[in-house]
């Protein structure tokens, strides 16, 4: 079984991102390699070297196969068998329907053994005839992998056993997998996505004897080859329970073992469901496999909602559409009932009874619908919301500021967290991310100014009040923060602050192992279970001794360890379910892992939320929000997969695209971010001449990391800006939809439901594109061409510098101290509501400027948001500086929020802010 691999298996791997896509392509030259050695023999043809041809390529195919039931051993050994024996129809047309049954996924809905040819003999995708009930029930198809080191007989006897359990009346249908290492069945779960569950049983290997380099890829994302060399024999069970766990959270996991009640009494199982002792009960374990998988597939509120639309009711209630009457009735809006179809109406209610439930005061179905998304999602608890993350980003602030409470905040997140502070009436400190000038974006807000203004705080004595950190992860072009590192490090500073952690666009990460670990309750977990351990005291000890007196300087160079006796893990994450996950628009989720939740925050979070959700949320969204926990449970680690695979293509087939490459580029971590903030050296996911770059290590080491899933795209080299090339190329001529731009940049995102069709298309566009720009080139005149370049240079050379956070005026800085940089947003943003109080300055002529230059601090009454870059440049209570007002008239942008072109920037008269002082200055006396 060792996939040595001859010239074919081994030729080009590099090529390969992962090995779901090798085997994808092995098939696929199967299949032609097969027809064609068809064809050969009946020509006439010397048809040996097409079926050398052949047998490499099934050699190359069978290190993959051993860890998928279809077409599994069995199938792989016909398929040499028939190449032996020269039946090269039998061969090619077995071919054919294995990679058709592959493609289609119709193998899934097969019942009984997968391999049976019309006479008799074994072969793929299985014609067993099903009864009508069966065919129509399309039962939901999973693998179960089994881990024990057993003959081939055995092997087959134990499949045939679970196979005989099956029953009609059974909601799943699945096949056995069956490795015999520790090391394959690690490989299995992260390759296999059609397994649900795994037995661990006890007499198995450590080591895998699978050789193929590409599949031994997939070890480095559980942990150093050392860890599992040190495993001791008696505890491989448990600890591969352990490991299965981390990389596969959501899966079902059943150990048996041979060892005493008493042996293992109050040991770690390494988190397995269920333990079985050393019998064959194949019944009890096809009951748990099944009772496992169903679990999550449940969906209580879906399911009650397609309930009650089967009740006949009589509508005495607010709600005409309910039903579907004031439709059905009408002579002029039936069209709307043909395009929907009748079910969302018949699912339309205000009821909260008849087997629903309220989602302010959830006690029935959608009470747990959210307790199966924190299980889901790794929260302690959850909580759905129908207005979209805006409204999370709301409750959460609301519910754990109190006003005069200090926040830090990334200044270019989103606009929900600047109006949440005005909310709360927080002191709000901004946070500057990195700079990215020659794009017009910026990255994320370095650990190193984090810690700095914590300690600043601390100098001050006022870390007291300081209650929360609030950072958007992953940022809108893809920025991904360590979230673990700067939660710990931060905690050492500040043991009991509070974490809010904006992942609008990072939902999906849960459901693939290299992007969990940066997710908000991933970290929360990992941190709540490391300062438990003995070995971290120890740790935490020694490190206070070498940085005692330490100056605020080796403590920002330090990599900082909390307290454990005084740490309190305090997190909290906002999701878009629907930006990334199925979920209808505006379908959010409010995740929490918060150690004092219940002593502290509860009933202020009961009062946030109920200040911010609608008494008549929307249950079509919150249905939704419960099948797309469902989906993500069973079928996202699978996804995800497909999602990254996806977007890796893109960015290969731009890069390395001879034409593309003139015109566009696609950015790579290292132009997209700075080589500090990368330990691990990664440049590029790939290139040319080292193929595709494992990127596990940057993702569980370097400060920032980039999500591969987010391509942004250089077009400055068109002459179109980023806003132009989205709206008169993408969008007016190809039908592409995107979102954000920048400058020079415009952003492509990979989600579930991305296509490898989608990709192609979008593909054919950019060499379209490029193509038409060469022939106008070729067809343009000398000065036209100057004309072009000139434009070029503009967008990629000639950019204006990003502007900083300047500060807040000090009429807006409370307090006789004004050595901390916090202000008070609330304070600004109201009195901009007294128009008497404001003035406007052009900002095409230099009369800003000018008023600068005499001395005079001008300062925002309001957010000033161009688009793109799509960030607050100003805030109200900002002082204006020369930096910002270059960047406005440098940016050739439609949209300014919060600007009127027909009157100018909007600033505080001089007396207005004087007299705001002059009563600070009063009541601090």
Known sequence: MTGSGKKQSQHSLSDYYSATQLRSDRWTSLKSTAAALANSKHGGRNHAPLTEKARVILESLEPIEIYWAFPGKRGMAHLRRLLIEGDVDG???????????????????????????????????????????????????????????????????????????RRADDLFVYEPVVVPSLEDALISVLLNHNIQSVVVRYDFQLKSENNLKILHRYLTR??????????????????????????????????????????????????????????????????????????????????????????????????????????????????????????????????????????????????????????????????FATNGTSTCNKVVVQAIIRPGDIVLVDRDCHKSHHYGMVLAGAQVIYLDSYPLHQYSMYGAVPLASIKRQLLELRRAGKLDRVRMLLLTN???????????????????????????????????????????????????????????????????????????????????????????????????????????????????????????????????????????????????IIASLDVGRRQVELEGFELIQKQVEAAMTMRKAINSHPLLKKYFKVLTVGDMIPAEYRDSGITSYWDPEHGWNDIWDAWAQDEFALDATRVSLTVGGTGLDGDSFKNDILMDRFGIQINKTSRNTVLFMTHIGTTRSSVAYLIE?????????????????????????????????????????????????????????????????????????CEYFPIETRAIETEIGKGRELVSTSFIIPYPPGFPILVPGQVISEEIIAFMRALDVKEIHGYRADLGMRVFTEEALNALSDNMRTAAE
Not at 481 to 508: G, Q, T
């Open 91 to 165: 061969f090619a047309r077995t071919v054919t329907r294995t990679v058709r049954a592959l493609l289609s996924g119709s193998y899934r809905g097969k019942i009984g053994p997968l391999m049976a040819e019309p006479d008799g003999e074994s072969g793929p995708e299985d014609e067993v005839a099903e009864t009508q009930e069966e065919r129509a029930r399309n039962r939901p198809y999973f693998e179960v992998l089994i881990v024990d080191d057993i003959t081939m007989a055995q092997e087959e006897a134990q499949c045939r056993a679970l196979r005989e359990m």
């Open 222 to 383: 559980v942990g150093d080859d050392e860890d599992i060399e040190d495993i001791d024999f008696g505890d491989y069970g448990p600890e591969l329970c352990r490991l299965l766990r981390k990389v596969r959270p959501e899966l079902d996991v059943f150990l048996v073992t041979d060892r005493s009640v008493e042996d293992i009494a109050g040991r770690d199982l390494g988190g397995c469901l269920r333990v079985f002792y050393n019998q064959e009960d194949y019944v009890e374990l096809h009951l748990n496999l099944l009772r496992g998988v169903n679990a999550r597939y449940q969906t209580p509120f879906f399911t009650a909602l397609k309930e009650y639309s089967k009740q006949p009711t009589g509508v005495f209630h607010a709600l005409p559409i309910s039903r579907g009457k004031s439709i059905a009735r009408s002579h002029w809006i039936r069209d709307m009932g043909d395009f929907y179809g009748m079910n969302i109406f018949l699912a339309e209610t205000s009821a909260t009874s008849g087997g629903l439930d309220s989602l302010l005061e959830p006690h029935g179905p959608i009470k747990k619908a959210q307790e199966l998304a924190a299980r889901a999602f790794g929260a302690k608890r959850t909580y």
């Open 474 to 620: 992953c940022t809108f072009d893809g920025i991904v923060y360590n979230v673990e590192r700067f939660m710990e490090e931060c905690l050492a500073i500040k043991p009991d602050l509070v974490f809010l952690w904006d992942e609008a666009w990072f939902a999906f990460a849960r459901f693939g192992p290299t992007y969990r670990q940066r997710t908000g309750m991933h970290a929360a977990q990992t941190l709540r279970e490391r300062y438990r351990d003995p070995a971290y005291r120890k740790e935490f000890e020694a490190q206070q001794k070498t940085l005692k007196d330490a100056d605020d300087e080796k403590l920002i160079a330090a990599r900082l360890l909390p307290d454990p006796d005084k740490v309190r893990i305090r997190v909290y994450a906002t999701q878009s379910t629907h930006k990334t996950l199925t979920a209808l628009r505006q379908g959010s989720m409010i995740h929490v892992a918060d150690q004092d939740f219940r002593g502290e925050v509860e009933q202020a979070f009961h009062e946030a939320y109920m200040t911010h959700t609608s008494t008549s949320p929307n249950y079509q």
């Open 765 to 837: 566009v950019l060499v379209r594109v490029a193509q038409d720009l060469d022939s106008e080139q070729e067809d343009a005149s000398a000065m036209e061409r100057k004309s072009f370049q000139r434009k070029v240079k503009s967008l990629m050379e000639d950019l204006p510098p990003l502007p900083d956070f300047s500060r807040f005026h000090d009429a807006f800085r409370p307090g006789k101290d004004t050595d901390t940089p916090e202000g008070d947003l609330r304070a600004a943003y109201f009195l901009a509501y007294e128009e008497s109080k």
